[in-house]
């Protein structure tokens, strides 16, 4: 794991509590080389209609203030 990707996951276990008490989790899919962050909600969190919100407010949020060389954060689906 490279220092953007640890960087990512520590930023990540700092909302992680909140996502499990619901059910859910959040996982890094891809840090493309144009620093473009790719993550899937998993558990309840991938059903849940607020997730959009929770990716919004709580996710991006989290990840800017951590990880600002991150340039834009998408939610992959599968």
Request: net charge negative.
């Amino acid at each position: 794991m490279d220092a953007l990707h640890q960087k990512v996951e520590d930023a990540l276990d700092t909302i992680r509590p909140y996502l499990e008490a619901d059910g859910g989790n959040v996982a890094v899919v891809e840090i493309t080389s144009d620093q473009i962050l790719k993550l899937e909600l998993t558990g309840a969190c991938k059903t849940c209609n607020m997730s959009h919100m929770t990716m919004k407010a709580g996710i991006e949020e989290t990840i800017k203030r951590a990880v600002p060389e991150i340039k834009e954060i998408q939610s992959i689906n599968r």
